[in-house]
C-alpha cells in the first residue's frame, strides 16, 4: 500500500476520487492524446463500405470500401486492409491501386497487406478501392454489416442494398464500445428504381477505435 508520504501516493490519489464514469472518460481522453501524438501513417478523410446483398438466401455478396487517404509520413509503400466475417469471405479479391502480396490472420480477423507498387511521402492523398465477393455470409433472419475505425477519420458511410423479394423488417446502427443500438427509421432507406430496398448511414462525427454496425432483420 502507498505510504501518504510517497510521491507516487500524490500522484494517484485524484484518480482514486473519481467514480466509473468519470475514470472511463479518462481513459478516453487519454488515449485520444497518445494518438494524435502518434498520427500513424495516414489520416482517412472519406471512409465509404457497401454491401450488395445479390440473393434472397445471403449467399452470395459483394463488399466494396473506398477509402480516400492523406499520408502523414514519407516513403510509404504499403496499405493494410482488414477483413473479417462468415462463409467465404475471400471467394474473390480485388484492390486498386497496387497489389495484394500477403494475408494473415491475426484472431477472428485478417490483415491484407497492399503493395503500392510506389513510394507516398507526406501530404499525398491517395483514394483506394477494395472489393470481395462473399459466398454464404449473410444467411440468418437476423445479419450484420460492420466497419472498425482504426485512423482519424473525417466522414464516414455504410451502405447495405437488399434482394428485392427479401424487404428490410428492421434495422438499427450499434455502436459497439458506448453500447448504444438505434432504430434506423424511413429516413435512411431507400428504394432503388428496380425495387431493391438500400440502407445508408453517413457522420462526420467519427469516433476513433468505434465499431459501427448495421444490424437488420430481413
Not at 476520487?17 to 485520444?32: G, Q
Request: hydrophobic share 35%; glycine share 6%.
Amino acid at each position: 500500500m502507498l505510504s501518504r508520504n510517497n510521491p507516487l501516493f500524490n500522484f494517484v490519489s485524484p484518480f482514486l476520487k473519481l467514480d466509473i464514469s468519470d475514470f472511463a472518460n479518462l481513459l478516453v481522453l487519454l488515449s485520444k492524446r497518445i494518438h494524435y501524438a502518434s498520427p500513424g501513417l495516414y489520416e482517412v478523410l472519406d471512409h465509404d463500405i457497401t454491401l450488395d446483398l445479390k440473393d434472397t438466401k445471403g449467399n452470395s455478396a459483394i463488399y466494396h470500401k473506398r477509402q480516400k487517404v492523406r499520408f502523414l509520413q514519407d516513403s510509404i509503400v504499403a496499405y493494410l486492409d482488414k477483413a473479417w466475417g462468415d462463409g467465404d469471405i475471400f471467394a474473390d479479391y480485388l484492390c486498386s491501386p497496387g497489389t495484394a502480396v500477403d494475408c494473415f490472420r491475426e484472431g477472428h480477423r485478417y490483415n491484407i497487406l497492399i503493395s503500392l507498387r510506389q513510394t507516398k511521402n507526406r501530404g499525398e492523398v491517395e483514394e483506394f478501392h477494395i472489393e470481395r465477393r462473399i459466398d454464404g455470409g449473410f444467411t440468418h433472419p437476423t445479419e450484420e454489416f460492420q466497419t472498425e475505425i482504426d485512423h482519424r477519420t473525417q466522414a464516414m458511410s455504410m451502405t447495405v442494398t437488399l434482394p428485392r423479394s427479401r424487404p428490410l423488417r428492421k434495422v438499427y446502427l450499434i455502436q459497439q464500445n458506448t453500447g448504444q443500438s438505434i432504430p434506423l427509421g424511413v429516413g435512411y432507406i431507400t428504394t432503388l428504381p428496380d425495387g431493391r430496398q438500400q440502407i445508408r448511414w453517413a457522420t462526420k462525427r467519427v469516433r476513433l477505435y468505434e465499431a459501427y454496425i448495421l444490424r437488420w432483420t430481413w
